[in-house]
């Protein structure tokens, strides 16, 4: 046993030994390669840091910005310093980055066109004592903004001698689902702003950029998209069925999904189409900050533009609220589903649009029915019934019952009081049956309200007497 733990003994020292002669080894490479390389201008940080001398300028940049803004961002600790702090720091100029060297040459580097096309010509190696410049990003005025029919509209940072290929480049070139888009127009504004000159050119020509420059690649809007329906709910083949835009009727829907199935409700079908405002996702040039975002129009603008020349008494105000929240939640389509595969009823012309939802939910076959009464729950639904029937069905009325009986549609959620003899209503599968409890009394409930009574009708005498 001795000998054992002798021999480990040995090999565990040698296995150490061998360790830190290959760290002294690293170590001592590591001081051969070592640099330093110095940051100026518009960065992150500025100094003068150690590098490798296999470094190249995007690795040594990229890692120098990181390890700094990693290292502000854990100096802030509320949401908004943090914010203004990101705001601050997440952009550095990539494109006019000078790279001075120590024998007085100079190179202007591209990260940004190395990024996208590996040429290494833009991203050298690091040499000991070089300086990087990083000039000062402005993109009110110095920049390049690319629209129309190509993959990734974008603004860009502006350097001498950018060509339309450079901005092709940076918004990722020619978007191929877009036919003949080989022209371009280049909107080009005066020194004041006051005026600007609209200049055409062919793609092939390749005209040299000015700083501020704004640049529409010209194709007609191609409508080859994803348009398409849900159907969810009692139909034979649910999902998502493919349509034409602004050409496809309900029935053609209704059949692509395979039709309705037996237990389909119909009479309480829905189609519910997407609202625009809810719904807006579109957040220009995500790939930077931007001073203003389309997506101004919501729920609190348009409620506040339909208030601002409303006639309604105040006390309609929460009303209007209520209703245009649920408007804004939910755009039903009044469509009769009992309909729509016939072809002579105009239901069945109904043209769907893209985004809408089509939900046929199963027929029940129950009245909910709940409050004041003895067994409150479901009750198998018979057509024609009247609403004591139900309440019979569930033990009677209660004894703290109010005389008032209120339907509930299904579908709708309108309410109906059935003890009123003008309203009319018909008892439908999936309805729900209220019947809303007397709240008791007590004598200090009747004897405040007396008072109120009596103080003003105390308060009309002395007016009276005070005129006579």
Do not use: C
């Not at 500025?46 to 590098?51: E, Q, R, S, V």
């Not at 931007?290 to 309609?316: G, K, V, W």
Request: cysteine-free; hydrophobic content about 40%; aromatic content about 10%.
């Amino acid at each position: 046993m001795k000998f054992k733990i002798l021999i480990l003994s040995i090999l565990f020292s040698i296995t150490l030994i061998a360790q830190d002669m290959g760290d002294i080894q690293q170590s001592s490479m590591y001081a051969l390669n070592k640099i330093s390389v110095t940051i100026g201008g518009d960065f992150i940080t500025n100094g003068t840091f150690p590098a490798s001398a296999t470094e190249r300028v995007d690795e040594f940049v990229t890692r120098t910005y990181n390890q700094y803004r990693l290292a502000l961002l854990a100096t802030t600790k509320d949401s908004r310093s943090m914010a203004e702090l990101k705001a601050e720091i997440d952009e550095y100029a990539e494109r006019g980055i000078a790279l001075k060297h120590v024998d007085g040459t100079e190179q202007i580097l591209d990260l940004k066109k190395f990024r996208l096309t590996a040429d290494y010509a833009e991203n050298p190696y690091l040499l000991n004592g070089d300086v990087l410049i990083f000039p000062q990003l402005d993109w009110q005025r110095n920049f390049i903004e690319v629209e129309g029919a190509v993959n990734k509209p974008t603004q860009f940072q502006f350097v001498d001698g950018d060509r339309l290929s450079s901005a092709l480049l940076f918004s990722r070139g020619i978007n191929a689902a877009y036919e003949n888009a080989d022209s371009i127009e280049i909107t080009r504004l005066s020194y004041d702003g006051m005026n600007e000159e609209i200049i055409k050119a062919n793609l092939k020509d390749n005209p040299e950029l000015k700083r501020g420059d704004r640049i529409r690649v010209i194709a007609n809007e191609t409508q080859k998209r994803d348009f398409k329906v849900l159907v969810e709910g009692e139909v034979n083949k649910p999902g998502y069925i493919f349509i034409k835009k602004d050409n496809t009727t309900i029935k053609e829907v209704i059949e692509k999904a395979g039709g309705f199935k037996k237990t389909a409700d119909l009479a309480g079908g829905e189609l519910i189409r997407s609202n625009v405002l809810t719904n807006t996702t579109n957040t220009p040039f995500q790939d930077r900050k931007r001073a203003f975002n389309l997506q101004a129009l919501n729920r609190e603008t348009d409620l506040l533009m339909m208030i601002r020349m409303a006639d309604i008494e105040p006390e309609d105000s929460l009303s209007l609220i209520y209703d245009n929240q649920l408007r804004n939640a939910k755009s039903i389509v009044t469509v009769d589903f009992k309909k729509v595969l016939d072809d002579n009823s105009e239901n069945s012309k109904f043209t769907v649009k893209d985004g809408d939802i089509i939900y046929i939910p199963e027929i029940t076959g129950l009245v909910n029915v709940f409050g004041q009464v003895m067994n409150p729950g479901f009750v198998d639904y018979i057509e024609g019934s009247d609403y004591q029937y139900y309440i019979d069905k569930s033990g009677g009325i209660g004894n703290r019952a109010k005389d008032a009986v209120y339907l509930i549609k299904g579908k709708t959620r309108a309410w109906i009081d059935m003890t009123d003899e003008d309203n009319e209503f018909k008892i439908e599968s999936g309805d729900f049956i209220w019947v809303p409890k007397d709240i008791p009394r007590n004598f200090d409930h009747y004897l405040t309200r007396t008072a109120r009574i009596a103080g003003v009708i105390a308060a009309l005498i002395t007016v009276v007497l005070l005129f006579k």
